[in-house]
């Protein structure tokens, strides 16, 4: 399999030729885990369950100052995890997922904020998840694991900013299930964020969003390596996985950006073999990403975070979205991408709308772009200016309302 | 698993409630088949492959008039077959695919044609495919079958027009595959047909429905079960088909019409399960579709139909477009649906444009309408006026042409 069909396609963190890796860079940063274990303490779940002791795996650039009034805290996607920005190394061939905004003079500017990224719950980048030890038995979780919901995430992460010793956050910024937590938070605790920015994803996970996780899930869960879920120690559900995670890299996409991209192109071949090899430059695409993703992803956290995501409804308690959102005190800036139809203008306006029934203080734009859901990650021109101008102004309103 | 998510949907042939379920039925019919057995010939595919003998499986209706001019044939798409009309027995549950828009008075009025729809060779409703005997080995094909076209699926259709002694189909008709072959047999045989109409199809498969399908592939062939499509005898891969189909049917429905009919209800419960059981409609739907359909289809089939048609390119021996459509004969009506992603309007307003610099005559309709791709299945009463008049104006102007 070549390269052609992964090499035009510009990664997240991939450092665009021409440019000085180094300019703007947060620099060298490691990942750090705190692990709340006090007795008598717990995680009481939305679900029912609990869980307990809760470790969380994050990242942070930049100061905190003295006032403790610059915290800018990301939140991570599906597939995501806190290593947002910088490098682990010098030679580390990547930056973090969204390093093209977070650094010195960036829009997420690490001479001025603290921006705080966080694994979520359930996830496999260091927080507690299926593939932790499970303290009831000493042995992974696996489907052990209590089931976890977007707001589970956000109290969890709420461990982490008590004992960071950030009482109110600046900005929450999120794109797609980074965004839902954004949402939740700024409902849920509306006195801990002043500034809310939600971007690519909705109030509630939308009934196509649903359909495509459930088949990527009945993927895995068909495959028997998954065992149930107990597969810790043996060989992992590559190949179910590599199925979902295929059908997602199609919902990321629009069909115009793979037109452009793959269009009818054969990969390394002059016409086509007539077989079931992948004679096609798209086909060669989605196996690469496929099984790129099984070494850095664990199958029962897919399971699990897209159940989360599915059972995301912010109007759901409240009856709307309207009265959802009546507490809210966060600033919103919220952001849409035409061609994204994962997660469609429509339903940011949705948000929108909903916010301005309660005159709360909301922003909308509609970034232009032929990259559908994943321009949240590559559009970093055209979100720049918007997201940085948003920040400085909403720092100006947090300190006359502190 | 209750069935309050299948009965929200208008499955092809159910008769909606308050009709006569036999005014304008055409009436108990039989599935046919055909063998074509002469030692020395052979069916030469495209992919350079052989097969011989060709077995086809077909149904007609109504009578072949003595002009023998005024034949239509309906091509079925993916997992369609030749039953496309009428009820194989009074207590059959659902008539044919398409019946209704085939019968005594309808659009395709077989008080006035003969109707005639037969199984792709590749199929599994009779026709040779995978499952039928490799007459080299002794047993079935499975995998040994040689890949096929659509090209090659007309060629043996036109195996079963001569035998029927049709010379000219006075109209060739069909939707999504169905039209792709209504498109090849216009261009490699333009004596052969008066009238075509493609439906929800295109020139050339798109890049995001060759993504899709490779996905629903992989997942077939993740399957251990499928044991390298040698499984007849044994348990055939159902998991992974299973699979592949929900997927299908997914990219079968619009966006829209899925917050619809499913939104975010739940199946039959009052609150999450906080589970992976299927708590919400849409996934109850999708697991009953991907169930139901490996009831009844061949897992190989859907390997070989889907490559099949992701090698589907009208332009690729001409070149373009244009040149493909040359020596058309053929008058076009071409019929889009607003809401189809899988084959948007552009794809069949690319087909229109072609035929019009080549100066064909041509017509092109868009059907506006909720339903997606599905609509070409549904909506009748918006294509029954278009299609019955342009097939009541093309035998006048056949009978010219003659």
Same mark, same amino acid.
Request: charged fraction near 20%; hydrophobic fraction near 40%; include cysteine.
């Given at each position: 399999m070549g390269d052609a069909a992964h090499t035009t396609r510009l990664e997240i963190g991939d450092v665009p030729v021409g440019l000085d890796p180094d300019a703007g860079s947060a620099g060298i940063v490691r990942t750090k885990r705190v692990t709340f274990d006090e007795p008598g303490r717990t995680l009481e779940l939305e679900g029912g369950g609990r869980l307990w002791p809760v470790t969380i795996a994050y990242e942070t650039y930049g100061t905190l100052n003295e006032a403790r009034d610059n915290a800018v805290m990301v939140f991570h996607a599906l /597939? %995501?995890?806190? =290593?947002? !920005? %910088?490098?682990? /190394? !010098?030679?580390?061939r990547r930056a973090g997922w969204w390093d093209m905004l977070?650094?010195? %003079?960036? !829009?997420?500017?690490t001479d001025k904020y603290f921006v705080v990224c966080a694994n979520v719950i359930g996830g496999c980048g260091g927080s507690t998840g299926p593939s932790s030890i499970d303290p009831a038995s000493g042995r992974p979780y696996g489907t052990d694991f209590p089931m976890i919901t977007i707001h589970d995430m956000v109290e969890a992460h709420l461990l982490l900013l008590d004992h960071l010793g950030i009482e109110k956050l600046l900005a929450a910024v999120g794109g797609s299930m980074g965004g839902m937590q954004v949402l939740d938070l700024a409902v849920s =605790?509306?006195?801990?964020? +002043?500034l809310a920015v939600p971007m690519a994803t909705a109030a509630r996970q939308p009934t196509q969003a649903i359909a495509f996780n459930e088949v990527g899930r009945q993927a895995i869960m068909a495959d028997p390596d998954w065992r149930g879920g107990h597969y810790y120690g043996g060989k992992p559900p590559i190949k179910g996985l590599a199925v979902a995670r295929m059908i997602g890299h199609i919902t990321y996409l629009s069909d115009e950006a793979m037109e452009e991209k793959f269009g009818r192109r054969l990969q390394?071949? +002059?016409?086509?073999? #007539?077989? #079931?090899?992948?004679? #096609?430059e798209v086909e060669s695409y989605l196996h690469h990403q496929g099984l790129a993703f099984t070494n850095r992803f664990d199958a029962n956290t897919y399971l699990y975070i897209t159940r989360a995501l599915d059972y995301f409804d912010l109007s759901r308690r409240q009856g709307s979205l309207v009265s959802a959102f009546r507490d809210v005190r966060a600033r919103f800036l919220v952001l849409s991408f035409s061609s994204d139809w994962l997660h469609p203008p429509y339903q940011l306006k949705e948000i929108v709308g909903a916010l301005r029934a309660t005159h709360k203080h909301v922003s909308y734009y509609e970034v232009t772009t032929r990259f559908g859901h994943d321009a949240f990650l590559l559009e970093r021109d055209k979100m720049e200016g918007v997201i940085s101008a948003f920040l400085t102004s909403g720092a100006r309103s947090y300190a006359r309302s502190v």
């Amino acid at each position: 399999m070549g390269d052609a069909a992964h090499t035009t396609r510009l990664e997240i963190g991939d450092v665009p030729v021409g440019l000085d890796p180094d300019a703007g860079s947060a620099g060298i940063v490691r990942t750090k885990r705190v692990t709340f274990d006090e007795p008598g303490r717990t995680l009481e779940l939305e679900g029912g369950g609990r869980l307990w002791p809760v470790t969380i795996a994050y990242e942070t650039y930049g100061t905190l100052n003295e006032a403790r009034d610059n915290a800018v805290m990301v939140f991570h996607a599906l /597939s %995501g995890d806190a =290593h947002v !920005a %910088g490098r682990h /190394s !010098a030679n580390e061939r990547r930056a973090g997922w969204w390093d093209m905004l977070i650094g010195p %003079g960036k !829009a997420l500017d690490t001479d001025k904020y603290f921006v705080v990224c966080a694994n979520v719950i359930g996830g496999c980048g260091g927080s507690t998840g299926p593939s932790s030890i499970d303290p009831a038995s000493g042995r992974p979780y696996g489907t052990d694991f209590p089931m976890i919901t977007i707001h589970d995430m956000v109290e969890a992460h709420l461990l982490l900013l008590d004992h960071l010793g950030i009482e109110k956050l600046l900005a929450a910024v999120g794109g797609s299930m980074g965004g839902m937590q954004v949402l939740d938070l700024a409902v849920s =605790h509306p006195e801990r964020v +002043h500034l809310a920015v939600p971007m690519a994803t909705a109030a509630r996970q939308p009934t196509q969003a649903i359909a495509f996780n459930e088949v990527g899930r009945q993927a895995i869960m068909a495959d028997p390596d998954w065992r149930g879920g107990h597969y810790y120690g043996g060989k992992p559900p590559i190949k179910g996985l590599a199925v979902a995670r295929m059908i997602g890299h199609i919902t990321y996409l629009s069909d115009e950006a793979m037109e452009e991209k793959f269009g009818r192109r054969l990969q390394d071949i +002059h016409d086509y073999t #007539f077989t #079931f090899n992948p004679d #096609f430059e798209v086909e060669s695409y989605l196996h690469h990403q496929g099984l790129a993703f099984t070494n850095r992803f664990d199958a029962n956290t897919y399971l699990y975070i897209t159940r989360a995501l599915d059972y995301f409804d912010l109007s759901r308690r409240q009856g709307s979205l309207v009265s959802a959102f009546r507490d809210v005190r966060a600033r919103f800036l919220v952001l849409s991408f035409s061609s994204d139809w994962l997660h469609p203008p429509y339903q940011l306006k949705e948000i929108v709308g909903a916010l301005r029934a309660t005159h709360k203080h909301v922003s909308y734009y509609e970034v232009t772009t032929r990259f559908g859901h994943d321009a949240f990650l590559l559009e970093r021109d055209k979100m720049e200016g918007v997201i940085s101008a948003f920040l400085t102004s909403g720092a100006r309103s947090y300190a006359r309302s502190v």
